[in-house]
């Protein structure tokens, strides 16, 4: 509902903005207070659980009830404030930004279709090409995610540049595998090389926080995370956290599919950075050399 906020019309904000007041009482209203509380009608208030994608009013209360009791249990009401003063303390700061860090990453394990991310994992395992795109915050998760694949010898790349983005989707097929990620779902170059994927035949995922977004629409899974703002961090500052669990997720399922191959990319790898890595020695012998080179300075 956060999120979907500032895009309803007048009156279904006003539903929205009365059940985020007090979701826990909501649940427990009738469609009738509801509708007499946010000053509109009971007609309204069945078009805005439409909206949401709900069948009626008591699944959103549903709905409303199981989110009210994960939030208790996750003690998340303990620091509802995301507000943060010019003169406030590093310790409220951190304790804001972590707080909101949690809630998104609870919120998009919450929301995630496991058959969905299975889907795309099984495709993934078995995909010829794989294609990560995103600009911004969203390009840094997209990086992430290549890194991580290319480990496990998944053959993907991550495209930074819009041009390149859409002559690779070109190139995919069916088999193959897009993913492109964008926080508000209404970026022209994510819509556009998903598009492009799509008409190619390869599997198209978006990783938005809008699952009625353009870039939702156009895609063959959705996969929907979640966002806290806090003061200078506004929504899309924030979506990193949420599009690397969902990102994550994938990876590790990946890699459970493929677990031979990926033991091995593992050993692999990790010889040949093996000699790049500094080893501890005792004590006793770096103060012996700090004392030498100390003496040769010296002399």
Request: hydrophobic share 45%; proline share 3%; charged share 25%.
């Amino acid at each position: 509902m956060r999120m979907e906020l500032p895009n309803l019309p007048d009156a279904l904000q006003r539903v929205a903005e009365q059940i985020l007041e007090d979701p826990a009482l909501a649940a427990q209203a009738s469609i009738v207070d509801l509708a007499e509380r946010s000053g509109t009608s009971t007609a309204t208030v069945t078009r805005f659980c439409r909206v949401l994608g709900f069948r009626g009013y008591a699944a959103l209360r549903v709905a409303l009830a199981t989110e009210s009791g994960r939030a208790a249990q996750a003690r998340w009401e303990t620091d509802i404030d995301r507000d943060i003063e010019p003169g406030d303390s590093l310790d409220r700061v951190l304790g804001v930004i972590a707080s909101a860090d949690a809630r998104a990453i609870q919120e998009t394990a919450a929301r995630l279709d496991m058959a969905a991310v299975a889907r795309v994992a099984e495709t993934i395992a078995h995909a010829n090409r794989v294609e990560l795109f995103g600009l911004g915050s969203s390009g840094t998760a997209a990086r992430e995610m290549a890194f991580r694949l290319e480990r496990i010898r998944v053959p993907c790349w991550h495209r930074e540049d819009s041009h390149k983005a859409l002559t690779n989707a070109a190139l995919l097929g069916p088999g193959d595998v897009a993913i492109v990620l964008s926080h508000s779902g209404r970026t022209r170059e994510a819509i556009e090389v998903l598009a492009e994927a799509g008409e190619q035949g390869a599997l198209t995922v978006a990783v938005t926080s809008f699952d009625k977004s353009p870039l939702a629409e156009a895609a063959d899974v959705v996969l929907t995370t979640a966002v806290h703002e806090t003061t200078f961090r506004l929504a899309a500052l924030s979506a990193l956290h949420g599009q690397l669990v969902a990102l994550d997720l994938i990876y590790v399922a990946v890699a459970q599919l493929t677990y031979e191959r990926t033991s091995e990319a593992f050993e692999v790898t990790a010889r040949a950075v093996q000699a790049h890595r500094l080893h501890d020695e005792p004590t006793s012998h770096r103060r012996s050399r700090r004392q030498q080179s100390s003496e040769q300075g010296a002399a």
